[in-house]
């Protein structure tokens, strides 16, 4: 559910996503590009353009971010990827 709260980006028309990142996060949640469009309701060409670099609509990093917060990383593949010495806490 979206919160009432302003956007950092709302002045923003566009940004560029850090793709690396976009990708880790993905990755902590086992998802792929699709799993992605789909949880943030967002088209596929739009996290396909995230992921290769491009610009993609302020409000669409908006919704990401959202996703994100709304479904948190798995802990399984937290642990996988990031070993015991990381402090999740």
Not at 12 to 35: K, N, P, Q
Not at 64 to 80: C, M, N, Q, S
């Amino acid at each position: 559910m979206r919160s009432d709260r302003a956007s950092p980006w709302s002045s923003a028309v566009s940004v560029i996503v850090h793709a690396g990142r976009l990708r880790f996060e993905m990755i902590r949640r086992g998802w792929s590009a699709s799993d992605l469009a789909r949880e943030s309701r967002l088209s596929p060409a739009t996290i396909s353009a995230a992921l290769a670099g491009r610009p993609i609509a302020a409000k669409s990093l908006d919704l990401i971010g959202d996703t994100f917060t709304r479904v948190p990383a798995r802990k399984a593949i937290d642990e996988l990827i990031m070993g015991d010495s990381f402090d999740l806490a």
